[in-house]
């Protein structure tokens, strides 16, 4: 039989009484911390305290404006002395997932990722489902809580990363709790959160990718140099990717002694992943998917192919091996 989600809030609600001090364990990302926001709320006035803490460091700029608009307070695991708390939940993860996780036994175990079998007293793993934010929009439903403006935010927003616009993993349940957090969501601030994809510190690369861009026939490649992250590649492959007249992205950096291609198209008729693998499989790690891809290849595998060494050199030899790489080219090369 199936139990509905009254029923389920029921059982969960009889883990906790007044006098409980609750540890909400979550690995930080928009669904976990949305889904923390929302146990907190189900739990406000039944227990003594609710805690949240995470096990890693946020670093994803638009995770940090998350927890700034939305106010969100975090304990860092290293923080935490365990004895301090007799209850403990752990969101969006399953104990076994982390073993920074298994400091702790769990009561509660919400989830929507693959089950592992950990017995909890209480357990509540759904993986069909695209969010745990979901399931927990079904207990605030039954629990008969009309979500504060802030809590709807993080729930509508961790819904839609979880799902990435519901083009991934969903089911209709995740619509109807999208549905739901629509009417109680500030999407003004959703859009902010969502939008923050750019530190200020940045900009500096996007001002580099504009100046050396060589493009040709919707074809854009750049080359940032060293960076101090590989994700500004990503970021920059993205941006050009909003360019109407552009197809395909190709945006490299170096970063920690390897250089990083980073693969973008509009998906029409192109393999970024074939691309790819073809033209940088036979000097480092690449592949990927039709309409996104990656290459690492480490520096001293190609350095001494260019001659000056320097970022001008380094795009042109990847602009080359790109166009070279049909199958005969690359026949006579082996
Ligand atoms: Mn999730």
């Known amino acids: ?21 609750v540890l909400i364990m979550i690995n930080a990302d928009p669904d976990s911390m949305a889904s923390a926001l929302a146990v907190k709320r189900l739990l406000w006035r039944r227990v003594s305290s609710a805690t949240i803490s995470s096990i890693n460091v946020v670093d994803r700029p638009d995770n940090i404006a998350m927890i700034r608009l939305l106010k969100i307070k975090m304990v860092p695991i290293d923080d935490i002395s365990g004895s301090h708390f007799n209850r403990f939940v752990i969101l969006d993860s399953q104990p076994n997932h982390n073993d920074l996780f298994s400091r702790f036994a769990y009561d509660v175990v919400i989830d929507h990722h693959p089950e592992t079998g950990y017995k909890a007293r209480f357990s509540d793993v759904r993986p069909e489902y695209g969010a745990t934010s979901s399931i927990l929009t079904e ?45 109680h ?16 510190n940045q900009l500096k690369y996007y001002k580099k990718a504009l100046a050396g861009r060589i493009m040709n026939r919707g074809k854009i490649f750049t080359h940032l140099g060293g960076v101090e992250n590989p994700d500004i590649c990503v970021n920059v492959a ?18 920690d002694e390897t250089l990083v291609i980073i693969f973008r198209n509009d998906g029409i008729r192109k393999n970024a992943g074939k691309v790819s693998s073809e033209s940088f499989g036979d000097i480092g790690s690449a592949g990927g998917h039709k309409n996104a891809a990656r290459a690492e290849i480490p520096v001293p595998a190609f350095r001494k192919e260019i001659k000056p060494y320097n970022a001008q050199n380094v795009l042109k030899w990847i602009i080359k091996k790109i166009n070279g790489r049909s199958p005969s080219i690359k026949a006579k090369k082996s």
Do not use: C
């Not at 039989?1 to 001090?21: H, P």
């Not at 969501?185 to 200020?200: D, G, M, T």
């Not at 993205?238 to 970063?255: A, L």
């Open 1 to 21: 039989m199936k139990i509905t989600a009254t029923g389920k809030l029921k059982v969960l609600y009889k883990i906790f009484s007044e006098n409980d001090s």
């Open 139 to 183: 207990y605030l439903k039954a629990a008969g809580i009309k979500p504060s403006s802030r809590l709807a935010t993080g729930l509508f927003h961790a819904i839609k990363t979880d799902t990435a616009n519901f083009q991934r993993k969903a089911v209709i349940e995740d619509m109807r709790a999208f549905q739901f957090l629509f009417r």
């Open 185 to 200: 969501a500030n999407l003004h601030l959703a859009r902010k959160i969502e939008q923050s994809e750019i530190r200020f």
């Open 238 to 255: 993205d941006f050009f990717m909003r360019i109407e007249s552009v197809h395909w992205s190709i945006v490299s950096g170096i970063y």
